[in-house]
Structure formats: C-alpha cells, structure tokens
C-alpha cells in the first residue's frame, strides 16, 4: 500500500469533517452528563437551605418561648415561681419587718419586680404563714435573700402566702383588704419570736 505523501487523502481512515461532526455529538453528550449532576447538587443545595431556615425559625421560636416565660419573673431561669424544696423557712410564721430606709413593703402577685404585680401593702408587726419560693433577685444591691437554684443560676428568696390583710400606702385602715396566694420578698420578713407565735396561734383558736 502506497503510503507516500501523495496517496489520496479521499480513502484515509482520518476524514476531518466525520471526525468534527463526531467530537461536536461526543462534546455535548458530555456537557449534558455534566449537568445532570450539577442541577442536583443545585437542587439538594435549595432543600438543605430550606431545611437550614425552618431549623433556624424553630430554634429561634423555642428561644422566644423560653425568653418569654422568663421575662414574666425577671429571672435568669426556669425555677422563678416554684417553691424552694427543703427549705428550712418553708411554711413557718414570719413577721413584717421593712427595712430602716424603706418601710414600705409591698405584696406581689407574683414573685416579681414591677407595678403590675402590686397588689398592695403590708403593715409592720403583721404575722403571717408562708412558704419559700424562688424569685428574682432584690434591687438591694447585696446578696442578701440570694439563694442557688437546681439549675445553678441565683435567684431571690420569695415567701408565699396564703391569706393576709394588705392596704394602701398610707397604711390606711379603710383600705384594708384580705387577699390570698401573694408574695413578698424575704429581705422584708423575719422569724417570728417565742412571744409573736405564742400570740399568733392562740388567737386563732
């Protein structure tokens, strides 16, 4: 067989223009492979991004939740509002006592800062039963009252009681009122004496 340059080039095996027409079908049946893989990565992208912001508005309506309940007791935790187990103050007869720089003390709704939950005024001397609760921290600026919780956060020594007679600011006798299930902060209470006790029970005989 001839293969010198001058051979025709009509019945080579290399024909140029099947070649081109073969590399152009082979070029995009390999770009059309491409794809295919692509779009799903592009596709499984979208629904990680949508799972990714359903998780994120999830954590963050658990978040609100959560912030919400704490906020309606100023508290740093869960325990706000639940009795103190084990305490040794827990259902015993205490007595009025404000502090020398405030003798206002006031009776609570909840175990909580804030106008919204006055209820009214105790007065000085008063005795009553309660039992110990955690609340939020006092404004006293000191650590007295404070107390750990479960959760390792501190909160404020709260008392809770069952019935007792509030008033008005002044003190006012007219304004008398009983009301029942309130609290008070511990830093405007104290133990009752042999005296107060001995009082109190015989005359509720």
């Known amino acids: 067989m001839d ?12 024909d140029p223009d099947r070649s081109a027409s073969q590399l152009t079908r082979k070029t995009a049946r390999f ?33 609100l939740a959560v912030r919400a309940a704490t906020d309606e007791y100023q508290g740093p935790g869960q325990y706000a509002g639940q009795e103190i187990k084990n305490e040794r103050d827990s259902g015993v007869l205490l007595a ?29 001397g008063d005795l009553v ?9 006092y404004e006293s600026g000191s650590n007295i009252g404070e107390i750990e919780g479960p959760d390792q ?11 007792m007679s509030v008033y008005d600011n002044k003190g006012d006798e007219s304004s008398k009122k009983l009301v029942h299930d309130v609290f008070i902060a511990g830093n405007f209470l104290r133990a009752a004496t042999k005296q107060e006790r001995t009082d109190f029970f015989e005359s509720s005989e």
């Not at 295919?36 to 596709?43: H, V």
């Not at 499984?44 to 799972?51: D, E, G, N, Q, T």
């Open 31 to 63: 770009r059309q492979a491409k794809q295919i893989p692509g779009g799903r990565r592009r596709a499984s992208a979208r629904v990680a991004l949508a799972a990714a912001v359903i998780g994120t508005a999830a954590v963050a309506g658990g978040y």
């Open 129 to 137: 039963q309660a039992r110990a609760y955690y609340g939020v921290k």
């Open 96 to 124: 009025i006592d404000p502090l020398p720089d405030d003798p206002e003390v006031l009776v609570r709704s909840k175990p909580v800062r804030g106008d919204d939950s006055l209820v009214g005024y105790a007065k000085k």
């Open 3 to 14: 293969r010198s340059p001058g051979h025709d080039r009509g019945t080579s095996i290399f």
């Open 153 to 163: 956060k501190i909160y404020g020594t709260w008392y809770k009681i069952q019935a």
